[in-house]
């Protein structure tokens, strides 16, 4: 097995990363492909307390495994699977059960921070920053934490105040500059998501 290409696609919350990674997979129309998210790699909290775990600024770099992330990534490019975590966001910590994810020609790591670790960074191929207005960001962001995180419309608004807003400040734009594609509107940019398969397609027949 040749050694996977590994896509790191990035971008403030909100901005559209999922959608980016989703159809570049659907475009590709290729079976050997996975997604990591790193949303999945939040540290576990179980020996904590609820009241300090939603205490938590999930969009802080210490809020991540990277240590663990970094280990399945560097077994996922040796041809070995893992077993990813899953998060529950309602709780505030890791589930008990795993995920097996078999490694794969393509792996595509989306997540907030995925530039911000220099090791990390170093080990992606190709290096993708979503970036989209903060009120479109915020609004999905809205809605995503009242719909499927159970929270309510004041704790997101101040949440995003106090901690998102500075975070991406202070983390996730300076990310930015590592980006070797920026794209801008997400997913709805058509012209850039053509070239990032293309892109993608040209490694992938060198493989062969």
Do not use: W
Not at 81 to 108: G, L, M, N, Q, W
């Amino acid at each position: 097995m040749n050694k996977p290409v590994l896509i790191g696609i990035t971008g403030g919350t909100g901005s559209g990363k999922t959608t980016v990674a989703k159809t570049i997979m659907e475009e590709l129309d290729y079976n050997n492909i996975v997604m990591i998210q790193q949303d999945s790699y939040y540290k576990d909290q179980s020996h904590l307390e609820f009241a300090e775990r939603i205490k938590t600024n999930y969009d802080h770099p210490f809020a991540f495994d990277t240590e663990l992330l970094i280990e399945h990534l560097n077994e996922l490019l040796a041809g070995n699977s893992i077993a990813k975590p899953v998060y529950d966001f309602t709780k505030h910590t890791r589930k008990d059960e795993t995920v097996i994810i078999e490694s794969c020609d393509v792996i595509i790591l989306e997540g907030i921070l995925v530039l911000e670790d220099e090791q990390l960074r170093d080990m992606l191929d190709i290096k993708i920053y979503v970036d989209t207005d903060n009120d479109v960001r915020f609004i999905r962001r809205l809605l995503r934490d009242t719909e499927e995180r159970e929270r309510t419309m004041g704790s997101v608004v101040k949440q995003y105040l106090e901690v998102v807003r500075p975070m991406h400040q202070q983390f996730i734009e300076p990310t930015k500059k590592y980006a070797d594609i920026i794209v801008p509107e997400g997913g709805y940019n058509k012209v850039a998501i053509d070239i990032l398969v293309t892109k993608v397609k040209s490694i992938l027949e060198g493989l062969d």
